[in-house]
């Protein structure tokens, strides 16, 4: 809680400027922070309760809960979320998959830098939308990932743990209900030795004394229970230090999920939150109450207890560096300590951030690039300073095996620069993201490491060590290695450090397209870190009389060299998947790629997946056309449309109302209706394109921010409906309708190896003079014929599709394929 010796300082005459400028989130490396913020964190570390929240995916978590226990209650917060949000979509861009888990992993990070709390992640994947948790467990080794929810509490050992979701089936997604279920299983048994011994080489049984659910009823008030134990946090107040309510700190956290278009206006006013008691002690007053303060576990805890307390009523908000002298008696008393306690150990680091802010510090270790491989030599600086008079003795900064010795002082805002050039090692670890490095199984990443589960990321991939003395105390930071350019719009940009393969591949299409028994090309591109090297392209999967390399370019002055792959003709029809390597004349062998994603709001991604493309071998009639497409969220569909013959030409803003007559077809992104309002101003126009004989296909748009609920020339409404089991059953109930005939004859082995899903938000209503040509349905559950509604308008054709094929076409699959080539052949087939 805030004490009320804070609240008196405002009756000080002490600019409010001075006490409350600044973000209580920092970062460890670039410290210079507000008095306010070095007080906020001695409040912090005077408190030791801790507290676990879980659910199932990125954007699950009570931003406003977490905000309020870390800020107020001054809890050690951490929020668990199963997964990292793979199976999702994406509203920025067109990463799906392992590439948008990379992002929302990182938009979670800058989630909880907003709102006080730490991040951990399960192995599992996120699959898609799961009807129920039997579905959910049928995809997720249960003992696997209840061993990774045990782990992360014998790690973090909360006090309490509550749940965002409950254990009710068939209410919500199969994974919030999972991850309740789970949590509470890891409840009973974290504290049993017997339940994964394996992990007691590295942390303690530890049992929590609660479990909660955090009690909800969307859009409206939830109806508490007879017989059930609740408590309400009032998370609508407003902190003093930090001047801001706890509300507007959840609506900036959770507008941190960009990639999911969270982004949140902050509620005014008073609010509360609801805690349910599922299982464990029961409780009078509060459910905090009789938690042990865990300074009273140490011999010299009361003693540290009360120079905290002292400290936070004597404290120099004008002259923070007055601070410091007790802030290193506090260190002095901490590192007595023999016992080696995680949160003991968290205290510790605590301390030596605070003394570090106290002094105004800032700390770099800058690369003159942002990617470098092994064996490379990187030239680095080394930048130090602190603003106070105190003086600051820097002994020596240590990089991989190299120790310099700087033997300064550092006061009084006069900065150090040290440049130092170190070679990384040939067997030095890549940039990797930890979970991608071996293949997944059975819906969970392959982690072999133990101690890396459950972490939200690596490490930084190369640190540096300082050490120095402060009042003759001892310190140690690590500083990680980056790279700082400046922008002209953004000025000061710094992102992390990585290591690449030396030699990487690239090739520019995923899926090539054998099309009628024709011949295809693949263009690959290898790079190289140092200087060329000889060798061959090998296709795995392919005879030699399959492929041959048609052309080969060497590009001195870029370190690449160009192959063009000629596939030659491959009888049949379906879909494979082909890896390449380069294998060089002394046998090395490369197979692996560089891919970046690169956001402002999240720091620049690097991972190195080994590189492959689908070859669909396919027997497709369609029509030479140019294609008119309007963009949405973002989708490759178009890419795939042109790998296949069309001409595809991207309507922008300026275009829209227009000349649309030339365009045979006019496609719509994924979610256009929901993100592209000048599309929504001329929608209009585009059914008069229709009216007039042209071909208009709307792919699938959410319920939710809906810009407008007329896109289509008769009335149909969205539902929530979808078919998630991508192998369910498909009827072909007008066999002889258009779509399903002309100009390629749809079979029901056309439905075969689609991925993740059906479809989603499927039309739940529609006008009678809609066709709907498909029944889909999920095991279990009610059919839905809204997955395809296709309708005559005037001269034209006009068809509304919730069926994923953003997912379908990207991947390859060879039966949506030939079905969305229907449905754009159908401007020619009338």
């Known amino acids: 809680m805030i004490p009320n ?18 973000c209580l989130f920092f970062n460890n490396y670039l410290l210079a922070q507000s008095s306010a913020s070095v007080y906020h964190g001695l409040l912090k570390l005077k408190e030791t309760k801790k507290i676990l929240y879980v659910a199932a995916h990125p954007d699950d978590e009570n931003t406003r809960l977490i905000a309020y226990l870390a800020n107020e209650e001054m809890a050690d917060v951490a929020y668990l979320s199963l997964t990292r949000g793979d199976g999702g979509q994406n509203l920025i861009g067109k990463e799906l998959g392992m590439e948008l888990g990379m992002i929302r992993t990182q938009e979670l990070l800058k989630a909880r830098e907003t709102d006080g709390g730490k991040q951990f992640f399960s192995r599992a994947i996120d699959f898609g939308y799961s009807r129920n948790p039997n579905e959910t467990l049928n995809n997720w080794d249960r003992k696997k990932l209840l061993s990774d929810v045990v782990w992360v509490i ?36 974290s504290g049993d030795p017997n339940a994964f011994p394996e992990q007691l080489t590295y942390v303690e049984p530890w049992s929590a004394k609660r479990i909660f659910w955090n009690a909800y009823n969307w859009g409206g008030v ?118 080696g306690l995680p949160w003991v150990k968290e205290k510790q680091s605590l301390v030596d951030q605070l003394i570090r802010e106290t002094l105004g510090w800032r700390g770099l270790f800058l690369s003159d690039k942002e990617l470098n491989f092994p064996e490379a030599v990187v030239h680095s600086k080394l930048i130090l300073n602190q603003v ?17 010795k700087l033997d300064t002082d550092l006061s009084n805002n006069n900065s150090i620069e040290k440049e130092l050039d170190f070679t990384i090692p040939k067997d030095h670890l890549n940039s990797q993201p930890y979970w991608l490095r071996l293949q997944p199984d059975n819906n ?159 720091p620049n991604l690097t991972y190195f997946p080994k590189v492959s493309f689908n070859l669909i071998r396919l027997n497709l009639n369609l029509s030479p056309q140019t294609i008119g497409y309007i963009p949405g969220a973002g989708d490759k569909v178009p890419e795939i449309l042109q790998n296949i013959g069309y001409r595809v030409e991207m309507i922008d803003a300026t275009q829209l109302g227009s000349d649309f007559q030339k365009y045979t077809t006019i496609i719509t992104g994924i979610r256009a209706f929901n993100v592209n309002q000048d599309m929504v101003s001329n929608k209009d126009a585009l059914m008069e394109y229709v009216k007039a004989g042209g071909n208009l296909i709307v792919q699938y748009n959410t319920t939710a921010s809906l810009l407008s609920n007329e896109f289509g020339p008769y009335p149909l409404t969205l539902s929530r409906d979808r078919v998630t089991v991508e192998n369910s059953p498909v009827e072909l109930l007008l066999k002889n309708h258009p779509v399903l005939n002309l100009p390629n004859k749809i079979v029901p082995a056309d439905f075969d190896g689609w991925v993740q899903e059906r479809g989603l938000y499927f039309p739940g209503s529609w006008d009678e003079r809609y066709q709907s040509p498909l029944l889909m349905q999920d095991p279990g559950e009610n059919a839905s014929k809204g997955s395809l509604l296709h309708a005559k308008y005037g001269k034209g054709t006009y068809t509304y599709s919730g069926i994923s094929w953003f997912r379908l076409l990207p991947a390859g699959v060879p039966g949506a394929i030939k079905l969305f080539v229907n449905l754009i052949e159908q401007g020619h087939e009338k």
């Open 222 to 339: 939830y109806d508490q229970k007879p017989g059930k134990q609740y408590y309400q946090f009032p998370v609508g107040n407003f902190n003093p230090i930090l001047g801001l309510s706890y509300s507007q700190i959840a609506a900036n956290s959770r507008t941190m999920h960009k990639s999911q278009g969270f982004g949140a206006t902050a509620s005014i006013g008073h609010e509360m939150d609801l805690i349910e008691l599922v299982d464990g002690k029961s409780f009078d007053v509060s459910p905090f109450e009789d938690l042990e303060l865990r300074w009273l576990q140490l011999s010299n805890g009361s003693l540290i207890v009360n120079k905290i307390s002292h400290l936070i009523d004597t404290f120099d908000f004008v002259e923070p560096s007055n601070n410091i002298e007790q802030l290193i008696e506090i260190k002095k008393e901490l590192n007595k300590i023999q016992k």
């Open 5 to 22: 010796q804070f609240k008196e300082l405002y009756k000080k005459p002490i600019s409010l400027c001075l006490l409350l400028i600044g």
């Open 154 to 189: 014998r790690n973090f050992q909360p006090d309490i743990i509550i749940t965002r979701f409950n254990t009710t089936p068939g209410i919500t997604h199969g994974h919030h209900t999972t991850s309740a279920i789970i949590a509470g299983e890891a409840f009973k048994v």
């Open 444 to 602: 969970l990443y392959t982690v072999k490491d133990q101690e890396m589960i459950g972490k939200a990321y690596n490490s930084p991939t190369i640190s540096g060590k300082l050490t120095f003395t402060l009042l003759g105390e001892e310190f140690e930071v690590n500083l990680p290695l980056q790279f700082r350019y400046n922008d002209r719009v953004s000025g000061e940009v710094i992102q992390p450090f990585k290591i690449v393969p030396e030699v990487a591949i690239a090739v520019k299409q995923d899926n090539v397209f054998l099309l009628n028994e024709a011949s295809g090309i693949v263009d690959v591109i290898v790079n190289f870190g140092k200087e060329l090297k000889e060798g061959v392209i090998r296709v795995d999967g392919l005879n030699n009389n399959e492929y041959r390399v048609k052309e080969i370019f060497r590009d001195i002055k870029n370190k690449a060299i160009h192959f063009q792959i000629e596939l030659n003709k491959v009888k049949g029809e379906g879909k494979t998947n082909h890896q390449i390597s380069f294998v060089t004349n002394n046998a090395e062998e490369f197979d692996k790629g560089i891919t970046r994603i690169i956001y402002p709001h999240i």
């Open 388 to 404: 106070t008079d105190k003086k600051v003795k820097i002994k020596t900064f240590e990089v991989l095996d190299r120790v310099v």
